[in-house]
């Protein structure tokens, strides 16, 4: 094994020359380059083609983060834009939020900090936010839900793939498709159809709600069993933690 | 023979450190958690903004010499005091009424004494009346005067990493070991800060307020379905098997301890308890109508305020929902001008309210017939205390020396433990074996108050063994 004495003598041999000449020419360069150079009066260009539409997150799997990085739990603010996005708009148009949010109570129940009393976020993940998730999930399905009985195909935020008149045993294709649809755009997470623990689970809910909903129609029913879903999946660890 | 290569040291050694520290990573063993049983209940208090401690735990003669300005004239703002004692109590100068009426009933000395202890001017009857199942601890060395580093000291008996927080809060390593099973085992009140760092999940703090208890307690909006029927598939999707992708998001079990909170939640629902704890409601049942009485809530400030935060924690306590509570008592005492207008309100205030709880939780009995009381372990203190003289603004500043109010059924009574010095406050060298003065002993910090409290109660040390804690052995019960 080489000592470090051993090692800097032969690298003081072998490339001490090398070493100087490139610093000679590396300097020579930087000289030159303090010539003033014309300004360019042409940017270049940049040819633009369409390839078509592409769905979001649609990649080769990628390899686990790094071990280091610790999970984290959304935090208010996150929460506060994820929804709008997730749900969509209301029937009225409006971008779907939970408005408890914008509330001195519920902001410090969700650690948002105040800047009065406490600066720093809280991102416990505990009973209250698992509490106040679960509520701002009902609220929020169901305005999206009552919005996609206005709409029509894709139009529609929830009941996308499938008609509001499809079960599982009617029509398990089109029941199938839309969880799909759902995981991807709730979790983001490309599932196949009837994946064992990602899509069949959700299909049990979808049919569990339907078969506990009040409702008298089979529409009525399959909208409380999209609910179920809706809500299963904004309530999950998968949505509230990244 | 073969002999151990250097490679085959260095892998036993970091093996071994793994397991050990994977033990220590593992959520306490439970030792008190038997179920149907009981659970001992802890109480951690704050005063939030630095106390006065000479108003409260930790008091001087006001009409003693030394501790008057030169021709003491009584005016605020004379910072200086005499004969190089350092300390001006200043009791004299406070405006409020309750505080000239103890001036009054103690020639002006201030010093109340009840049983063995002696407080300040601005401890109301309503606690002096249970002094004799309190101690004191004098003489802290919070080794800070900032307020955050201060609060999470006492928060977690661990000196803070810069200003953030190390280890858990001392209220989630109770509920670590006492609270399994339970609804709400750790309750936040006030906005009390909460940390739980490698410990159960179900002892990380619930963050509410007494005015957002009952919207804890029931749902928002309508659920689907008769007799929670949608409530029923929800809870049993959530506790089904972790996905991939959660696994792969599970290496701090952050996923774990979510569904843990989510499957907290649904259990609190369906415990329908939400109409006992609505404080706020203008058709209170007659048991709330009660618990209001005794804690003299009238109004709404009042539940929000000290008595709505000791009220919600007795009913959590009583209910057997909690046990173990982090509550901020009283907030905004950080008095550096103007400190003799409100101070002492404030701060009987919130001891009043204090008082009002040991006097409900020594009258409640559980289902034993044994009281509240006799399980509780409480601690009370402030991120710091205030300067023993006045500065030009009339105030007083941070000080490094603090007392702290400790009770339990495992904590020695009617004690003082530890002192401050006649000049300035200092801290004291204190013999833990006795509680006195001695050259040879040692400064008392939080972490020895916390560990003798978590000792006394038969909760693991683990979490702030690191700290080198000293037991207070004067102060535990043999």
């Known amino acids: ?242 | 023979m073969n002999h151990l290569s250097r490679r085959d040291a260095l892998w036993f050694l970091a093996a071994t450190t793994g397991v050990v520290a994977l033990n220590q990573l593992r959520p306490l063993r439970s030792v008190h958690a038997a179920p149907g049983t009981n659970p001992p209940l802890f109480l951690w208090l704050t005063m939030s903004g630095g106390w006065d401690q000479m108003l409260v735990l930790d008091p001087r003669d006001n009409t003693d010499l030394k501790f008057r300005s030169k021709g003491e004239d009584n005016r605020p703002g004379t910072a200086d005091a005499p004969n190089g004692s350092g300390i001006r109590p200043g009791y004299h100068l406070i405006v409020d009424k309750d505080t000239k009426a103890v001036l009054a009933a103690t020639k002006d000395t201030g010093v109340q004494k009840a049983g063995n202890l002696t407080f300040g001017p601005a401890v109301p009857p309503s606690l002096l009346e249970h002094a004799t199942r309190l101690s004191i601890v004098r003489g802290l060395d919070m080794n800070t005067v900032a307020h955050e580093v201060g609060m999470r000291y006492t928060l977690t008996g661990k000196f803070p990493r810069g200003s953030a927080a190390s280890g858990s809060s001392v209220a989630t390593m109770v509920a670590s070991t006492t609270g399994n099973g339970l609804l709400l085992p750790h309750v936040v009140l006030g906005g009390a800060e909460t940390y739980n760092e490698g410990l159960a999940p179900f002892a990380s703090g619930t963050r509410t307020s007494p005015t957002s208890l009952r919207s804890l307690l029931e749902p928002l909006y309508p659920v689907i379905g008769p007799e929670n029927g949608g409530e029923a598939a929800l809870a049993e999707y959530e506790a089904a098997a972790a996905t991939c992708e959660e696994t792969r998001e599970n290496r701090d079990m952050l996923p774990t301890r979510m569904r843990q909170m989510n499957k907290q939640m649904r259990d609190l629902l369906r415990a329908d308890k939400a109409a006992e704890f609505d404080f706020a409601s203008k058709t209170p049942s007659p048991a709330v109508k009660d618990l209001l009485t005794r804690f003299g809530i009238v109004t709404n400030t009042d539940i929000a305020g000290p008595k709505g935060r000791m009220a919600a924690a007795a009913k959590l306590f009583e209910s057997g929902f909690s046990s173990s509570a982090s509550v901020v008592l009283q907030n905004d005492l950080d008095d550096h001008s103007d400190w003799h207008e409100e101070h002492a309100t404030k701060l009987r205030a919130g001891l009043d309210a204090l008082g009002d709880l040991i006097k409900f939780l020594v009258e409640t009995k559980d289902k034993d017939n044994e009281s509240l009381w006799s399980r509780t372990t409480l601690m009370l203190s402030s991120e710091f205390s205030r300067t023993p003289l006045i500065n030009a603004r009339e105030g007083r500043d941070h000080h490094i020396t603090n007392s702290v109010l400790i009770a339990g059924p495992g904590i020695r009574s009617n004690v003082v433990f530890g002192a401050t010095s006649d000049n300035g406050l200092q801290k004291q060298k204190i013999d833990f074996a006795t509680g006195r003065p001695s050259e040879s002993g040692s400064y008392v910090r939080p972490t020895d108050v916390v560990a003798t409290l978590l000792s006394s109660m038969n909760v693991p040390l683990t979490p702030i063994e690191n700290q080198n804690p000293k037991l207070l052995t004067a102060l535990l019960k043999k």
């Open chain 1, 1 to 242: 094994m080489k000592t470090s004495k051993q090692f800097s003598k032969q690298f003081s041999k072998q490339h001490l020359l090398p070493a100087l000449c490139t610093f000679w020419f590396v300097t020579a360069g930087c000289k030159s380059e303090s010539a003033p150079v014309e300004p360019t009066r042409n940017p270049p260009t940049l040819t633009t083609e369409s390839v078509g539409e592409v769905m979001p997150g649609n990649h080769s799997p990628v390899d686990a983060p790094p071990s280091r990085i610790r999970s984290r739990r959304l935090s208010a603010e996150q929460w506060r834009r994820a929804y709008p996005v997730v749900l969509g708009n209301d029937s009225a148009g409006r971008p779907i939020a939970w408005p408890n949010l914008e509330t001195a109570m519920f902001k410090d129940a969700l650690g948002e900090p105040d800047y009065l009393t406490t600066t720093e976020e809280a991102l416990e993940p505990n009973v209250v936010y698992a509490k106040y998730a679960n509520d701002a999930a009902h609220h929020g399905c169901r305005l999206a839900l009552d919005a996609d009985l206005t709409r029509s195909g894709m139009a529609r935020v929830i009941a996308r793939y499938a008609s509001f008149e499809d079960t599982v045993a009617s029509n398990p294709a089109a029941i199938d498709a839309n969880l799909v649809y759902l995981k991807k755009r709730f979790h983001g997470v490309t599932a196949a159809k009837g994946d064992p623990t990602r899509i069949l689970p959700l299909q049990k809910l979808f049919t569990d709600g339907a078969a506990s909903s009040r409702e008298t129609t089979t529409a009525k029913k399959n909208k409380d069993g999209w609910m179920l879903v809706c809500i299963g999946l904004l309530t999950s660890p998968e949505f509230n933690a990244y």
